[in-house]
């Protein structure tokens, strides 16, 4: 038989999502390309298997992502983006095709009902691979090869070992170990598609099906509506290996008896109160989905723990941010059938793609190198598409520098990615099911640090990390007091360590901001507020080391309590205020954040007020447009307006939102609605309770939205609030014993009664 001969720089194994991004980075890496798949289409479980939803952050995936979820929508194929949505819908009709013209474009040698049926190796090598095609075999050579197969068939049949299943997961007890020789792989689910008759229809139960009775019989069910007249069914299947031949046929075999089983449960029980007695089946999927087939072993392993506290690597290439969806592998009922955990965007490591064993193979998709439990996440479309156009890249790096594919160099690959719209941040992935994203925390324990605390600032930082600062010691104005930090790091917070001290005078007031990679932390000391002097300190590292303070100019106090803004210019705007034994005013102040310059001032007064406004919340509506929310002594906050980027500013006046006179603080959320964090007593020198959020939708004019962080006896005051991909995250002081972090996702929000 003659055996035809390809030669490319790579090639790509498996059509699925992972394999049609792999090719693309690869041919937009400049490299020759071949892509072979067993289907008659590209799209793998996306199409052939029907999981027709694109799960996890579909607003950021990259550019290559963003060209065809835009040709799906010129098509009608692709529902529109909703962060608060598990999945986004699309039409695996569509999604095939716009795959397939996509590929095409890029130069990639698509190859279709085409099947790997042997690895050459050598030398620690890869030498080629045996594809069967229709017209006979085929022996590929190529430079760099990457599994895209789903359940590692290329890794297997290179004599390389690979992970299958885990420990089965309960809740309240350790995980254990199934009773079979190989632990249980997570299950697989058939779709079928069932289409309303508009009659009855003559329900049929073949001989071999199982019979069901009541809903808490059957396998775990889920039915999506389509248009009017048409549902799909996802039915749960157990107990099978999709990377063994036997196995897998009985599956197959078994998940259609399943079909013709719930197709007649559904026109005969119903399902969840409803009845499909009008509803024919109508098509039954070609091959069911598979959650979890073989996983490599990688040069590092992503770990259950990675995914659930939103770990961060120096070789990241990828960002998961689906939650762990544990479907138990051995129980096919739903009820109590997994675990589902919101977990943060987590970073996936280029080592996990990285096949121990072979120099020049790479693998993306279900099969990467994971744990278990953490493939339930890192295995869903978007994050595939990423760990595929990153195994492009990077082979792409390898084929056309000839060396080991674990030894590309991660900063080119890396700017690779980032150029071609592939963010790496964490802080950009929050949106995802955001209104899930609650967080409450302490940044330190109880009394086990301070015994006084106060006035805490904070800023999220581009990798996710958030830095918070305060002032700690004694009691407030004591010598002691000094300027503490933490950061939120993969989950957990930082123990505080002092980042300013001054002997014999107390510190006051820190405040954060961040510009381009650098990080600012302003803050002020004195014996009294009237003798407060301002200091600098820079972090380049994320707030891990800090440079030596130094003053600023003379006339300037810098933010003296909130974050100071970027504006469109690219100054910065900070509200400064000045306290006097007769008055208290407010300072606008605008400085060059690359320069270090200090270029005006202007102060504010409220006439004909015993004392007046401090510690200004600016925002900017649009550019040159700035605005100021003020403490004031008068029970009301105070509003000011510029038309000229703070250089001149409207006489203040009351608004209608109560103050205690204590502090406040506002934040611009992405979708240009406000967010302002305080005290709603109005009364001067009120309660510090409660603290709540109020949110507005006209530029501060009025705040129909709420919700209350704390409405217990105690203080609950000073706070600080920024905007993030999930809604706002804010500290406080709480109840002058710790700072409490926490995170409000918009849909949290409800109207005021």
């Keep these: 038989m003659i055996v035809e001969t390809v030669n490319v720089d790579v090639a790509v194994i498996g059509g699925g999502i992972a394999g049609v991004f792999a090719a693309t980075g690869a041919a937009r890496g400049g490299q020759r390309v071949l892509l072979a798949e067993r289907q008659s289409t590209l799209g793998g479980n996306a199409t052939s298997g029907g999981v027709s939803g694109f799960c996890g952050d579909t607003a950021h995936v990259n550019a290559f992502w963003e060209e065809l979820m835009g040709k799906m929508t010129a098509l009608d194929g692709l529902a529109p983006l909703n962060p608060d949505a598990d999945a986004r819908a699309f039409d695996p009709v569509v999604a095939e095709f716009v795959f397939q013209e996509a590929v095409l474009a890029e130069g990639v040698d698509l190859l279709l009902h085409t099947r790997l049926c042997e ?205 762990v969806d544990y479907h138990w592998p051995d129980v096919a009922p739903r009820a109590g059938t997994g ?57 792409a790096l390898a084929a056309g520098n000839t060396r080991s594919v674990r030894n590309v160099d991660l900063p080119t690959l890396q700017r690779m990615l980032c150029d071609a719209g592939q963010s790496l941040e964490l802080a950009d992935y929050g949106g995802y099911l955001r209104n899930e ?14 015994a006084s605390c106060h006035a805490s600032t904070l800023v999220e930082l581009p990798s996710g990390d958030v830095v918070a600062a305060w002032f700690a010691g004694t009691k407030e104005s004591a010598d002691d007091v000094d300027i503490w930090s933490a950061i939120l790091h993969d989950g957990e917070w930082t123990e505080p360590r002092k980042v300013a001290e001054l002997e014999g005078a107390p510190l006051w007031n820190p405040v954060l901001c961040l510009h381009d990679d650098t990080l600012f932390l302003f803050y002020r000391f004195g014996r009294k507020i009237i003798h407060w002097e301002s200091m600098l300190t820079t972090s380049a590292d994320g707030g891990r ?7 600023l100019p003379s006339g300037f106090l810098g933010p003296i309590k909130n974050k100071p803004i970027r504006m469109s210019g690219g100054l910065w705007l900070c509200g400064s205020s000045v306290e006097t034994e007769t008055e208290w005013f407010c300072r606008m102040e605008l400085f060059d954040g690359g320069t270090r310059e200090w270029i005006h001032a202007v102060d504010i007064k409220v006439p004909d007020c015993l004392r007046g406004i401090i510690q200004p919340a600016v925002w900017e509506s649009a550019p040159g447009q700035v605005h100021a929310l003020m403490r004031s002594t008068l029970g009301h906050v105070i509003r000011a307006d510029s038309a000229d980027g703070g ?91 710790q700072i409490r972090y926490r995170v409000i996702p918009i849909e949290a929000f409800t109207k005021k009664p």
């Excluded at 959320?669 to 109005?682: E, K, Y």
């Excluded at 409405?711 to 804010?730: K, L, M, N, Q, R």
């Design 119 to 323: 690895v050459r190796t050598a030398n620690g090598k890869i030498k080629s691979v045996m594809l069967a095609g229709k017209s006979g075999p085929l022996e590929v050579f190529a430079s760099v090869f990457i599994d895209c197969t789903g359940d590692a068939d290329l890794i297997r049949l290179a004599g390389l070992p690979v992970l299958k299943g885990g420990p089965v997961y309960r809740p309240g007890s350790p995980p254990t170990l199934a009773a079979e020789a190989t632990p249980m792989q997570l299950p697989m689910s058939l779709h079928i598609n069932m289409t309303d008759t508009g009659r009855a229809v003559t329900p049929h139960l073949p001989a071999n099906c199982p019979r069901y009775e009541n809903d808490a019989e059957i396998p775990m069910t889920t039915v999506y509506r389509l248009g009017t007249n048409h549902i799909r069914v996802k039915i749960k299947i157990i107990h099978g290996d999709s990377t063994d031949t036997r196995s897998f046929s009985d599956v197959e075999i078994r998940s259609r008896r399943e079909a013709m089983a719930m197709a007649w449960y559904l026109q005969t029980r119903g399902y969840g109160g409803t009845t499909y007695d009008t509803y024919r089946l109508t098509s039954i999927q070609p091959v069911v989905g598979i959650r979890e087939g073989a996983r490599a072993v990688g040069e590092t392993v992503l770990t259950d723990d990675d995914v659930r506290r939103g770990a961060h690597c120096d070789d990241a290439v990828a960002v998961g941010s689906y939650h």
């Design 339 to 395: 675990l589902t955990a919101m977990v943060p965007p987590y970073q996936i490591p280029w080592r996990c793609l990285c096949v121990q064993g072979m120099a020049n193979l790479l693998t993306a998709g279900r099969s990467i190198s994971t744990e278990h439990r953490a493939i339930s996440s890192a295995r869903v479309m978007t994050t595939c598409a990423q760990t595929g156009f990153a195994a492009g890249a990077g082979a």
């Design 437 to 450: 994203r609650k967080k409450t925390m302490f940044v330190f324990e109880q009394d086990r640090f301070f």
């Design 545 to 551: 080391t800090w440079s030596e303070p130094a003053p």
């Design 647 to 737: 250089r001149t500013w409207s006489t203040p006046v009351a608004t209608d939102i109560p103050n205690n006179n204590s502090g406040i603080d506002i934040a611009k959320l992405r979708d240009s609605s406000l967010v302002l964090c305080l005290n709603p007593v109005a009364k001067d020198w009120g309660a510090r309770t409660p603290l709540a959020l109020w949110r507005s939708f006209d530029n501060g004019q009025t705040w129909p939205e709420t919700f209350v962080l704390e409405d217990e006896p105690g203080e609950y005051s000073y706070p600080a609030v920024i905007a993030t991909s999930v809604g706002v995250a804010t500290v406080y002081t709480h109840k002058r014993k």
